[in-house]
């Protein structure tokens, strides 16, 4: 089986600049999330869909965070303009059913984004 | 508002040494618990899961868990580690009623010397 995919691995940026992250969740998984982790903690929860619904947004800086799952598959990370504090590594994760929240959460390798 | 606080930042053993390491949450309700690892260079992957009945539960690599419902923690623990062992450790919690999202805490580096 196939895991979480995400692109790119690696993006550089100057602040006030646009970049988008790419994430394909494992087939089937219905549930994909969006976390930020800044260099020493713990990620943390930026949205979650559930099919091309949004579940939960409450910690998105919707000022300048977008995402999107347009046919509840592959989901798209969007920040405009960039800011600083926003270097961080990007995970994207996905599992099969909310019905059961103690269902694994599966991790894609993250992309690593550092603002200058 | 749920948290999850993990009390030690980086540990440093050596080879068959005995771990612990301790996680405590906070929240008003009913809870899973789950502990990540991240090897270096490597994805977070699920080392064990607590949701319900036997609170020592038991996960790969011979890492355990358990769960003290009455001082709100889920400590790790393996009986002698190996140097394979050198991650960066998570504690996560969600709650049972929700959409399900994680909270993690800041992350346990585990250094282990050959």
């Known amino acids: 089986e196939a895991g979480v995919a995400q692109s790119p691995r690696y993006k550089i940026i100057e602040k006030r600049q646009s970049v988008a992250f790419w994430c394909n969740p494992i087939s089937g998984h219905a549930t994909l999330y969006w976390y930020q982790q800044i260099l020493g903690q713990g990620p943390k929860l930026l949205i979650q869909?559930?099919?091309?619904?949004?579940?939960?947004d409450s910690q998105l800086p919707k000022d300048r965070f977008s995402a999107e799952r347009l046919k509840g598959v592959d989901s798209t990370l969007k920040i405009q303009p960039a800011k600083l504090e926003d270097s961080a590594v990007y995970l994207c994760?996905?599992?099969?059913?909310?019905?059961?929240?103690?269902?694994?959460?599966?991790f894609g390798p993250g992309t690593r984004l550092t603002v200058t | 508002a749920q948290s999850v606080s993990q009390h030690n930042h980086h540990v440093i053993l050596s080879e068959a040494a005995s771990l612990e390491l301790g996680c405590n949450y906070s929240y008003g309700g009913t809870v899973n618990l789950f502990w990540y690892v991240q090897y270096p260079g490597q994805h977070l992957q699920l080392l064990l899961k607590?949701?319900?009945?036997?609170?020592l539960v038991k996960g790969i690599k011979g890492f355990e868990a358990e769960f003290i419902k009455s001082k709100f923690s889920f400590n790790l623990r393996k009986p002698s580690v190996q140097w394979s062992d050198t991650a960066e450790y998570f504690c996560?919690?969600?709650?049972?009623?929700?959409?399900?999202?994680?909270?993690f805490g800041q992350g346990t580096e585990l250094s282990v010397k050959p």
């Open positions: 996560a919690v969600n709650a049972r009623v929700g959409g399900g999202k994680l909270i």
């Open positions: 607590y949701f319900s009945g036997d609170p």
């Open positions: 869909f559930q099919n091309n619904g949004v579940v939960d």
């Open positions: 994760a996905s599992t099969s059913s909310l019905r059961d929240r103690g269902l694994e959460q599966y």
